[in-house]
């Protein structure tokens, strides 16, 4: 409980100032009869042998006692000032600082302490921590690291830096301290993930891929592991035209623990896996929803060239099974994504299937609008060009016929009338 020295009124619960006389609040135990009387006791010593460093040191123990921290820490620095090598006094004013959360200030005594004690690896530890109170992450790395440099056994020590660098984002200083500990704990999981991430944001993919096999062989069904050995193997298959059902079998493996993956890695997953099952021949129709559900703002550029390719694939096989509409679906949906020759070329084929379709059931309209569409995405096809001109050939001379009967029916008609108009006339005569 906090009072006021001058006038005894307690304070409310938060507050530093007495609401009455303004004066600073103080501890209970600061303001006894006992306190104030042990005060000037000390006070009459120092007055009499104002150089007495240890009596100004005990006094200021004592004020620290009674929670005067701000006095406590005046008697000390005097002391300090008579000497200045005593580093247990040092650390004492330190940590009288930490009481009242001034962070910076408490590091300034720790350094001076380290300077009376440079060997000292704790104090770099202790400096590490005032630093991290005081929001200094960087130079907590530091002292962290310098202490490993004393204590390199110390696997607690390089946990801590290790996870300090994760909220930093020293990626390269990460992955050295990652591999320093899994020397020691070649089977840390937790660690093994860290440096595979680091390696993959210092675009060490292949080193990425490494770590991330060495999960897999402690844990074989790690979700995030499966991923990206997964996404390695596949890339691995489609560059050597080989089947890409091991790229597959893990992938599957990543879907089915879709729950450990963030959305971005979710959505990976889902892409790769439905590419390995299209070029090993195992996808089904259903692939073609599994593609539109994967969100274009968690893929980079290169996975989107991916999804694109994946959806002419997709096309392909609706193209197999007489699927023609949805086959253009998906080319459209690979043109919606990346403008690629391959997809405009199938466009322009499928477009010409239906245009041949067409006239071969005597549809010549159709035709012509058909191989005018596949034209609009391959513009110097000579073939559907050819087939084009043949339709509206076609069309001009069906409607020439159709316009000569018009006129044949119609100038029978006419003569038919005229016979019969006048047979009449010269029967009646």
């Not at 070029?279 to 703002?297: F, K, P, R, T």
Request: hydrophobic share 40%.
């Amino acid at each position: 409980m906090l009072v006021c020295p001058s006038c005894k009124t307690q304070a409310s619960d938060g507050a530093k100032f007495c609401r009455k006389c303004g004066a600073a609040l103080v501890s209970e135990k600061a303001v006894t009869p006992e306190a104030l009387a042990r005060r000037e006791s000390f006070r009459a010593g120092i007055t009499a042998d104002p150089q007495n460093a240890a009596l100004l040191e005990e006094y200021g123990d004592y004020l620290l006692s009674v929670e005067l921290v701000e006095d406590a820490l005046v008697e000390l620095h005097r002391a300090s000032d008579l000497a200045r090598s005593n580093e247990a006094l040092l650390l004492k004013i330190a940590e009288a600082y930490r009481l009242i959360q001034q962070w910076d200030s408490a590091a300034a005594q720790f350094y001076r302490a380290l300077k009376v004690s440079p060997e000292n690896p704790v104090l770099h530890e202790r400096i590490a921590n005032v630093l991290l109170e005081g929001g200094r992450k960087e130079e907590a790395a530091q002292a962290l690291s310098k202490q490993a440099e004393f204590t390199p056994d110390n696997l607690p020590i390089l946990v801590r830096i290790r996870d300090l660098l994760i909220e930093l984002s020293k990626h390269d200083d990460l992955v050295k301290v990652c591999r320093t500990i899994l020397k020691k704990e070649p089977r840390d999981l937790k660690t093994w993930s860290i440096l595979a991430d680091a390696l993959l944001s210092s675009n060490k993919g292949e080193e990425a891929v490494k770590a991330f096999q060495s999960i897999l062989d402690i844990n074989p069904d790690a979700p995030r592991a499966n991923l990206y050995v997964g996404i390695a193997k596949h890339d691995s298959a489609l560059s050597s035209n080989e089947a890409a059902d091991a790229a597959a079998f893990l992938l599957n493996k990543a879907v089915a623990g879709r729950d450990a993956l963030h959305a971005q890695e979710r959505d990976m997953a889902s892409l790769y896996l439905a590419s390995a099952k299209l070029h090993s021949g195992s996808a089904s129709l259903e692939i073609h929803s599994v593609l539109q559900d994967i969100n274009l703002d968690n893929i980079n550029q290169k996975q989107k060239e991916l999804l694109a390719r994946c959806f002419v694939l997709v096309g392909d096989l609706e193209n197999e099974v007489g699927e023609v509409d949805d086959s253009i679906e998906s080319y459209r949906e690979s043109l919606r994504i990346q403008n690629s020759p391959l997809a405009q070329k199938r466009m322009a084929e499928t477009y010409g299937m239906k245009g041949d379709e067409s006239l071969r059931r005597g549809k010549l309209i159709r035709a012509r609008d058909e191989f005018e569409q596949g034209l609009a995405y391959v513009p110097d096809d000579a073939s559907l060009a050819a087939k084009r001109n043949e339709a509206v050939s076609r069309q001009k001379r069906k409607n020439l016929v159709k316009n000569l009967v018009g006129v044949a029916v119609f100038v029978i008609a006419g003569l038919g009338a005229a016979f019969l108009y006048y047979g009449q006339g010269a029967y009646s005569d």
